[in-house]
């Protein structure tokens, strides 16, 4: 079978790879052309000039970029997904508002496409692997006509009825998962401003029930742990997401959007392209000493 992707990030890249091993033939496309050239000659797959090229190619079409704003654009702006003739399904995988997801929905019924959202838990190496956990809304029989796709990168799939459900979720579970850094980095800067050893903490949570999530972020947030798998400037995108989402229902944002905050600072001082939780460091070089030597 031949699938589309649209967006060849971090994500998109791992999940081509995950495709290309269970037997489809991809056609792809990437803002930056070089990228997809590249994917292409290590995969064997082809690369498209535009997203509605992708779509004239495919029948379905995953799109993974980064946000609200990417989304749109290649869904709906010019030389799109929706600019391709005949019918097409788009499967939206990108963190994105469920505002923005409603848009996306009813913008390619009117062009007559149809949409899914599938956001996903799990990161780089779960989508090279096929082991996301993956969350699908839109309308059933369209979740059914995706169904062979979603299963070929999903260890666990979950249909949640109608958009904007899993959009919702998905935001709902990073702002879980994404508060735990900064939970983190704030009460090592606080052992740091009082001069007290922050390796403390770590040998104490481990007799405590949350140590696992303390030791599980520990190494990936002071720089010992390598390779990037989220961004934080992504990271600081989802927060925001989360806190519009709560306010366009009138909810206070109290918790997300103080994450958010923090993690959009600590991606203009610098570390934007890393890991997202190295936002500790950017908290430790504010309670002074800098970076893990200096600790
Ligand atoms: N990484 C994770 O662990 C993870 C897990 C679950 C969900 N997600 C979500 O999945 C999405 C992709 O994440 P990622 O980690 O793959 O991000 P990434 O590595 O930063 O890649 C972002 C992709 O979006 C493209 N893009 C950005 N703006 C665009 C625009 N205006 N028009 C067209 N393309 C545009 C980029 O193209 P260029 O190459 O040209 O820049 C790139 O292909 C995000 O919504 C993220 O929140 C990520």
Same mark, same amino acid.
């Given at each position: ?57 495919? =029948?379905a #079409? ?6 609200? +704003? %990417? !989304? ?7 030389? $799109?997904? *929706? ?111 009082w ?6 903490? =770590?040998? #104490? ?6 140590? +696992? %999530? !303390? ?7 002071? $720089?010992? *742990?390598?390779s990037v ?15 519009r ?8 944002a ?42």
């Open positions: 079978m031949r699938i589309g992707i649209v967006g060849l990030g971090l994500m998109g890249t791992a999940l081509a790879r995950c495709l290309a091993s269970r037997g489809f033939e991809l056609v792809v496309y990437n803002r930056t052309l070089s990228r997809a050239e590249n994917l292409c000659r290590e995969l064997g797959c082809v690369v498209a000039t535009t997203p509605r090229g992708v779509a004239e190619a495919c =029948r #079409v995953i799109l993974f970029v980064s946000d609200d +704003e %990417a !989304v749109h654009q290649v869904a709906l702006g010019r030389g $799109g997904v *929706a600019e391709a003739p005949g019918r097409v399904t788009v499967i939206n995988m990108s963190t994105i508002t469920p505002m923005e997801s409603l848009r996306l929905y009813e913008g390619l019924q009117r062009r007559g496409k149809a949409y899914l959202e599938a956001p996903v838990y799990g990161s780089v190496d779960a989508a090279e692997g096929c082991r996301l956990l993956t969350m699908a809304a839109g309308p059933r029989e369209v979740f059914e006509d995706a169904k062979g796709v979603l299963e070929a990168f999903s260890s666990e799939l979950m249909y949640l009825g109608d958009v904007p459900r899993a959009s919702v979720l998905k935001l709902a579970l990073n702002n879980i998962g994404l508060a735990l850094p900064a939970i983190l980095g704030e009460s090592l800067a606080l052992l740091k401003a001069g007290v050893e922050i390796e403390i903490l =770590r040998s #104490v949570a481990r007799k405590l029930w949350f140590g +696992e %999530a !303390v030791e599980r972020y520990w190494d990936r947030a002071l $720089g010992e *742990a390598g798998r989220f961004r934080l400037a992504l990271a600081a995108k989802d927060m925001h997401y989360v806190a989402a709560l306010r366009e229902r009138g909810v206070p109290h918790v997300s959007s103080a994450i958010a905050d923090l993690y959009t600072a600590a991606a203009a001082s610098g570390y934007g392209d890393k890991d997202y939780p190295v936002a500790v460091q950017h908290l430790l070089r504010l309670a002074g000493g800098g970076s893990r030597a200096g600790l």
